[in-house]
């Protein structure tokens, strides 16, 4: 039997405790608004969102795997446990409250078991243009029924109901709500980039506004203070018919906490060179929810802008989580009266933002640029979810899906074709005329399909695992694309982001076998773009037969930039220095050049996980800042080498000891070295 690998917690390192710390306490101010906001969305008493924050962030802190995913009240499932429990009783009613714990607790112990029988490969079933079109519909049903509360109308039911209390109130709209509202709303727009969160300087501007211009004298509601102890132990009763009822809205709120859970742990993973434990992480999950549901709370899900924000922090274990528990526990027990002046509409304000957050207007804009027919995916579930509700929504969008991609297999048949100087006997009989000498830095791997959402996690795999084995040191791989006809956006997006992390590690990339129609893809995607037309082939033999490209020197040449207008960082020093090849030469340049090449044919602006966007053109990539370092802080106390500006030795060892993944120690040795022999 496979073991469980230690959580985050048990593999602490004392350095983490500065990073882990001040990230606790900024994750713990966006919480509480939020987890305020959310609860008003499920029909729930305020203090039951830092209820379900506080034990949820606990409970996955200790048995959780992934460092950096924050966990609590979310969006998305708090609007699928209101329109679920809405079916049973009442808003407000007992029954409507025991209804949102049963399905707490029957959707915990679903993840809980999903994780322990190792069924977390589910996430891969359910594309990102199906997940882009849900949480766009979750977020127009947010928008929505939270246009009541931003007016100072009375609202219940569901997205249609609230449309209908919106047309027969309009008569009796509170203006100093509204205006109140919208204050909120723009506040929190206005400073989305803030250092500071911007929904923390809403409600703070919100408070204020209400005491000085007294709102309540004009019908403006308050949150009112908070109880200032902790829940008690409860157990929902679910009868049978219940059960027929809340099923489906279960099920929902499992594969929603599933398959966001998971992308957003890959998502930030793969910026670290994170191991993703997804079972272990999804049966973590599932005891969280179980222990919400038991303590008044409801269903907690990670939380990808707050998971992206606390990564930015410097978050590097769930020590944060934890600490940012316990302050949020502390609130509640000594400063519950601090909160008495919150307006609910601002609350409401709160939650229309979140509601934007889930459109993602530019990867819809994307796809219908790119890929009409999963752009039609992403709006047949975007348009169900609003029509027919999120449970319905999300089940006819996972099956549109899935029937779409019903032809194609999830592991097809792979092969390493060369390796180590050897060839397999296939390729064999059809290349060892054509070439010369085999080289033992070079791999050829084959794999047996085309690549979509639901195989190209494994692709990448199986090719790491391939480099992994291989007993020479890999610096040049050919994908046999013979089998590949077809490509789309969600593997277009991973292989792109493979290709940058084998660059950095010094390995380049070629395709041979590349028919016309996958070559027209990799045009349309920005494929070819970025690793180059001299690196796509229609033959084997013409791949293994390249030409080493031009030293990180003469590629920097060729741009022909004034050398006050950029800086050489990253793998490419390392290269003018002698120490090891890179395939990839980044530049921090100034926003001229940035803007001119922005504007050339064939240079492709793509955003990075992390959100950074950068510009990028076969083996280049143009950067604004550099590890938060602009080009005119880099060019204080930079070297040249060759007559070209390149990044401080200083600067590079800081950046790798921060950056900390296997190949920035590797680097990190190289470099010392250099330090030892130059003096």
């Given at each position: 039997m496979r073991k469980v690998s230690l959580p985050s917690i048990l593999r602490y390192k004392k350095s983490y405790l500065r990073h882990d710390i001040i990230t606790a306490l900024l994750i713990a101010v966006v919480n509480v608004p939020n987890a305020l906001a959310f609860s008003v969305i499920v029909g729930l008493p305020p203090e039951t969102g830092l209820y379900t924050?506080?034990?949820?962030?606990?409970?996955?802190?200790?048995?959780?795997?992934?460092?950096?995913?924050?966990?609590?009240?979310?969006?998305?499932?708090?609007?699928?446990?209101?329109?679920?429990?809405?079916?049973?009783?009442?808003?407000?009613?007992?029954?409507?409250?025991?209804?949102?714990?049963?399905?707490?607790?029957?959707?915990?112990?679903?993840?809980?078991?999903?994780?322990?029988?190792?069924?977390?490969?589910?996430?891969?079933?359910?594309?990102?243009?199906?997940?882009?079109?849900?949480?766009?519909?979750?977020?127009?049903?947010?928008i929505v029924t939270q246009i009541p509360a931003?007016?100072?109308?009375?609202?219940?039911?569901?997205?249609?109901?609230?449309?209908?209390?919106?047309?027969?109130?309009?008569?009796?709209?509170?203006?100093?709500?509204?205006?109140?509202?919208?204050?909120?709303?723009?506040?929190?727009?206005?400073?989305?980039?803030?250092?500071?969160?911007?929904?923390?300087?809403?409600?703070?501007?919100?408070?204020?506004?209400?005491?000085?211009f007294h709102v309540d004298t004009y019908g403006v509601e308050f949150l009112g203070s908070?109880?200032?102890?902790?829940?008690?132990?409860?157990?929902?009763?679910?009868?049978?018919?219940?059960?027929?009822?809340?099923?489906?809205?279960?099920?929902?709120?499992?594969?929603?906490?599933?398959?966001?859970?998971?992308?957003?742990?890959?998502?930030?993973?793969?910026?670290?060179?994170?191991?993703?434990q997804t079972n272990q992480d999804t049966a973590a999950l599932g005891i969280a929810n179980v222990a919400s549901a038991l303590f008044h709370g409801y269903a907690v899900s990670a939380s990808p802008p707050r998971s992206q924000l606390a990564d930015s922090l410097g978050m590097r274990s769930q020590l944060s989580g934890i600490v940012a528990s316990l302050a949020m526990m502390a609130l509640i027990v000594f400063g519950g009266t601090l909160l008495h002046y919150v307006p609910l509409a601002a609350l409401a304000a709160i939650v229309c933002t979140a509601g934007l957050r889930l459109i993602r207007f530019r990867e819809l804009h994307y796809l219908w640029a790119v890929h009409h027919e999963e752009f039609?995916?992403?709006?047949?579930?975007?348009?169900?979810?609003?029509?027919?509700?999120?449970?319905l929504g999300i089940l006819v969008a996972v099956a549109a899906?899935?029937?779409?991609?019903?032809?194609?297999?999830?592991?097809?048949?792979?092969?390493?074709?060369?390796?180590?100087?050897?060839?397999?006997?296939?390729?064999?009989?059809?290349?060892?005329?054509?070439?010369?000498?085999?080289?033992?830095?070079?791999?050829?791997?084959?794999?047996?399909?085309?690549?979509?959402?639901?195989?190209?996690?494994?692709?990448a795999e199986r090719l790491r695992r391939a480099i992994h084995r291989a007993k020479h040191p890999v610096t040049y791989v050919v994908i046999d694309a013979g089998a590949i006809d077809d490509i789309d956006y969600t593997a277009v997006e991973a292989l792109k982001r493979l290709y940058r992390e084998l660059g950095e590690d010094g390995i380049a990339i070629a395709f041979a076998h590349v028919s016309p129609g996958l070559r027209s893809q990799f045009d349309i995607y920005g494929i070819t773009d970025i690793i180059g037309s001299r690196n796509i082939y229609t033959t084997l033999s013409l791949a293994l037969a390249h030409q080493k490209q031009?030293?990180?020197?003469?590629?920097?040449?060729?741009?022909?930039?004034?050398?006050?207008?950029?800086?050489?960082?990253?793998?490419?020093?390392?290269?003018?220095?002698?120490?090891?090849?890179?395939?990839?030469?980044?530049?921090?340049?100034?926003?001229?050049?940035?803007?001119?090449?922005?504007?050339?044919?064939h240079w492709r602006e793509v955003t990075l996980t992390s959100g950074k966007r950068i510009l990028v053109h076969e083996q280049y990539n143009l950067?604004?800042?550099?590890?938060?370092?602009?080009?005119?802080?880099?060019?204080?106390?930079?070297?040249?080498?060759?007559?070209?500006?390149v990044v401080s030795t200083d600067r590079l060892i800081a950046a790798k000891r921060k950056m900390a993944r296997r190949k920035d120690l590797a680097d990190l040795e190289l470099l010392r070295g250099h330090i030892k022999r130059r003096n």
């Open positions: 924050t506080i034990i949820g962030a606990l409970v996955f802190g200790l048995l959780g795997y992934s460092h950096r995913l924050v966990v609590g009240a979310d969006s998305a499932t708090a609007i699928l446990l209101a329109s679920g429990a809405v079916l049973v009783a009442q808003a407000g009613t007992p029954e409507y409250v025991n209804a949102i714990a049963a399905m707490t607790l029957l959707s915990g112990v679903l993840l809980l078991l999903l994780g322990l029988f190792k069924f977390g490969f589910l996430a891969d079933l359910v594309s990102r243009p199906v997940m882009i079109g849900f949480m766009a519909g979750v977020g127009v049903q947010l931003l007016l100072g109308l009375k609202a219940s039911g569901g997205f249609w109901s609230h449309l209908a209390s919106i047309t027969t109130q309009a008569g009796s709209i509170n203006w100093m709500t509204a205006t109140l509202a919208l204050l909120v709303l723009g506040v929190v727009l206005f400073w989305r980039s803030s250092r500071i969160p911007s929904e923390l300087i809403g409600i703070a501007m919100a408070v204020v506004f209400a005491i000085v908070l109880p200032s102890n902790m829940p008690n132990l409860i157990v929902p009763t679910v009868s049978l018919e219940m059960l027929n009822t809340i099923m489906p809205t279960v099920l929902s709120i499992a594969l929603v906490v599933l398959v966001q859970s998971s992308m957003t742990a890959r998502s930030i993973g793969s910026e670290h060179d994170d191991k993703i039609m995916i992403a709006l047949v579930a975007l348009a169900c979810t609003v029509l027919f509700g999120v449970q899906s899935l029937m779409e991609r019903l032809r194609r297999q999830y592991h097809p048949d792979d092969a390493v074709l060369l390796r180590d100087g050897e060839l397999s006997s296939w390729a064999a009989d059809r290349v060892k005329d054509k070439i010369g000498s085999l080289p033992k830095d070079t791999l050829v791997y084959a794999f047996g399909e085309s690549l979509f959402f639901e195989n190209i996690n494994y692709f031009a030293s990180a020197i003469e590629m920097i040449r060729d741009l022909k930039i004034a050398s006050d207008s950029y800086i050489v960082v990253g793998g490419a020093v390392l290269d003018m220095m002698h120490l090891r090849d890179t395939p990839n030469v980044d530049l921090v340049v100034s926003r001229e050049v940035y803007d001119r090449f922005a504007r050339k044919k950067l604004k800042s550099w590890m938060g370092n602009s080009l005119t802080a880099l060019q204080r106390d930079m070297q040249t080498i060759d007559g070209i500006p």
